[in-house]
């Protein structure tokens, strides 16, 4: 039950957050942990054929936690626990860029230091996802 109140919390405040209060500008750099949410995907194969799916048909997070002093990436659903490390953070033009790589994927996310707007890609073998979405501060 913890867990369902958890995770209902933690979509009330990335949906809150779509449009972010005149307060959070520049609170998006990364000096504090973020929880995004995945708000569209789409899955485009090596032919060049891409289809809008859920973030859950591709196995990847809908929402998760982003927290650069400890370096990961935080799956906050179904598979506690899972994680992905950050490899390298950059920032550049007001954007906080990561990326790493985790179970023959690699990635990249890209979010906006004033918006809290993300994008992200991933890759994998034949394979690619783009993200878009929200992150919030708890």
């Known amino acids: 039950m913890k867990v ?16 972010p209060p005149a307060s959070a500008a520049g609170k998006y750099d990364g000096s504090a ?24 048909h591709v196995n990847l997070p809908e929402l ?24 390298n953070i950059d920032h550049a033009n007001g954007k906080m860029i990561l990326n790493g790589a985790e179970a023959e994927r690699g990635w990249i996310l890209q979010i ?14 034949g394979e690619g996802f783009v993200v878009f979405g929200q992150c919030a501060l708890p």
Request: charged share 25%; glycine share 8%; net charge positive.
């Open 112 to 125: 906006n230091e004033t918006t809290g707007k993300m994008s992200a890609v991933v890759s994998g073998d």
């Open 64 to 87: 998760f936690r982003v927290d650069t002093r400890a370096m990961k990436v935080r799956n906050l659903e179904a598979e506690k626990g899972r994680e992905s490390t950050i490899r």
């Open 4 to 19: 369902f109140a958890s995770v209902a919390a933690v979509l009330g405040i990335a949906a809150m957050s779509l449009v």
């Open 33 to 56: 942990p973020m929880i995004c949410a995945a708000l569209t995907v789409a899955e485009c194969v090596a032919g060049g054929r891409c289809q809008r799916r859920s973030a859950e």
